[in-house]
């Protein structure tokens, strides 16, 4: 597999149908949907999104939102041998599509923390469709375990900031984090390339090609 084609599988309600207990899901004031993903899944097919083989392997993934380059690298090629690393892998892609979510969204007023607690959020309700288990986890992941219980146990699996105060302190409080939690306009829209525009040629109209591919980098690098 490639890196694009782990995200196409991912991103795919038929391939992954845990997605369907995911979402949606809504931090007050945006909401997750699964038509969202679904486009963001039409984007890395046409290329508008572009999804990078990072040249160090590793179990890592993060999204770089830039208007002509946004760019998800992965460090994987593949899903793996067994359930569990394909969980893992493809939690960790989702994580990184909630944020280009976000970019497709042009939320520039969306907080680091905000967003973050979106994509941990989305990540835990992932794992949890999958059947695991809190167990002992700690940090930003059992905060975001319990903000995917609260979304679950919610009417409408809808949550304000101000009922998931222990998500956003840990990512605050994270090294990650720390120095950039309260900064905004870092989601600032994904750029469509231009459509072809008709033209004349000896009386038959014909598609222009365009020099400019359109196309975009969604990264994956990971923390």
């Not at 999204?63 to 998800?72: D, E, F, H, M």
């Not at 990650?176 to 459509?195: C, H, K, L, S, W």
Request: with cysteine; net charge neutral.
């Amino acid at each position: 597999m490639s890196a694009q084609q782990c995200l196409l599988a991912t991103t795919d309600p038929r391939q992954t149908p845990e997605l369907n207990q995911v979402f949606p899901f809504t931090i007050v004031p945006v909401t997750y949907t699964l038509p969202g993903l679904t486009t963001i899944r039409s984007l890395i097919m046409q290329g508008t999104i572009y999804a990078m083989q990072d040249r160090h392997s590793g179990e890592f993934a993060t999204y770089s939102s830039r208007t002509r380059s946004p760019t998800i690298r992965v460090g994987f090629s593949d899903f793996g041998t067994d359930s569990d690393t394909r969980e893992s892998r493809k939690g960790l892609l989702l994580h990184e599509c909630i944020h280009a979510l976000q970019d497709n969204r042009a939320a520039t007023w969306m907080r680091v923390d905000t967003a973050e607690a979106a994509a941990y959020t989305a990540q835990c309700l992932f794992h949890r469709a999958c059947g695991r288990t809190r167990g002992e986890l700690s940090g930003i992941v059992a905060a975001a375990w319990d903000a995917a219980d609260r979304i679950q146990r919610s009417s409408g699996r809808t949550v304000a900031e101000s009922d998931i105060p222990g998500l956003l302190s840990a990512i605050r409080v994270h090294a990650t984090y720390a120095n950039e939690y309260d900064r905004t306009g870092r989601y600032d829209g994904i750029e469509r390339p231009p459509q072809p525009q008709p033209r004349e040629s000896g009386g038959c109209s014909v598609s222009a090609l365009g020099s400019d591919s359109g196309v975009r980098l969604l990264r994956i690098l990971g923390m």
